[in-house]
């Protein structure tokens, strides 16, 4: 599992420049997600583990074409625990941050 914030210090790190740009990463987050729908969608058994993505507060994302109730299903199945949603906040999940990669 990964924050965007840690995709974009990682994809910052990478390019060799100062920061990347939160809007871009988001949109080429999205495009990741809705390209690995489209793959599943077409039978392909192993796509692009886009649910892994959330907030750097641990929120669900409610763009991805799953929706929060998908991307919660796929993270429960591989045994997150999901906090109810506060006010008009995504679910978070439990202690995400054990869960995070290291780059």
């Known amino acids: ?9 990682e994809l910052a790190k990478r390019s060799n420049v ?8 988001g949109i080429f987050v999205r495009i990741s997600a809705e390209a690995a729908e489209e ?3 077409a039978g392909k058994k ?7 993505v959330i907030s750097s ?3 669900l994302n409610p763009k991805f074409p799953c ?5 919660r299903r796929m ?11 506060t006010g008009k906040n995504a ?3 439990a202690d995400f941050q054990s869960a995070l990669v290291r780059f």
């Open 1 to 9: 599992m990964a924050t965007v914030l840690q995709l974009r210090e």
């Open 46 to 52: 192993s796509v692009t583990p886009y649910w892994r």
């Open 57 to 59: 507060e641990g929120r």
């Open 67 to 71: 929706g929060v109730a998908g991307q």
């Open 91 to 93: 679910p978070t999940i």
């Open 18 to 25: 100062d920061v990347a740009c939160p809007l871009c990463t």
């Open 75 to 85: 993270l429960s199945g591989e045994g997150h625990k999901i906090l109810r949603a």
């Open 39 to 41: 793959e599943r969608r």
